[in-house]
């Protein structure tokens, strides 16, 4: 029998909800500071998520949207990589503000298994400093140390949808796919996380909540707490009305 020994989780969407009133306005705020007249509205947002990679989505807005504009200098992904550089700045800064809270049961689950001694990580697209600021204004400092690898951003040539990310995850803690279980919130995440074999919880959110995520084991309007039952959107849960431990070891 298969023992639960880990558990993986991304962090945009998932932990918090960090799209709308975080990378969104980010990307907004370094548009103006660079001069540009561009500004990405809640609805333009949705599609942009499509892809993700904060770089890759200006590159995508820019292919498909801006047509008409010719960026300054010669060098694109320079002009890009810079404006990227000030949107992170942006963001952490949100996040030290407090603008972004956990998402329900989030802190909750997280104090239960550190209990029982399983083993955490994180997987996720988002640039490695903004991961250190959602958990630092989050969780507490120490919380970086509760995760034994954060894979983010970069670190892996192709990011999600590829499995690469969760691939390099396993490979550092040594660990079998069928010994963990996932936690997403995207299709992107979701086409990520089973490709590298992961089971996977998805709480959906504004964004995604449409997303096909017939790949996932569980499909949850959030993880729950004791007072305030999750929905369950799709799969079994038996008879949980949030998600614990015994709920996590029966689903793997
Ligand atoms: C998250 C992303 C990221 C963030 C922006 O996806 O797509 O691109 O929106 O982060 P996932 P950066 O939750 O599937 O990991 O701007 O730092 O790239
Ligand atoms: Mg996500």
Redesign the pocket.
Known sequence: MTTLQALIF?????LAD??RDG?RVAFNLAFAEAGLDWEWSEALYGEL?T???????IRFYLDKYRTDVELPGTDDAAFIAEL?KT??KH?TQLLEKGAIPLRQGVRRLLDEVREAGLRLAIA????PV?VEALLTHTLGAESMDWFEVIAA?DIVPA??PASDIYDYTLEKMGLAAEECLAF???L??IL?SSAANLKTIVTVNGYTKEDDFSKATLVLDNLGEPDKPFVVLAGDAGSASFVNLDLLKALI
């Open positions: 991304d962090v945009d969407g998932t960090t799209e990378h998520l892809v993700t990679g904060g770089k890759e989505r990227h949107k992170t963001y996720t697209t988002t640039t903004n951003g990011k999600k997403e919130d995207s992107n995440g990520s």
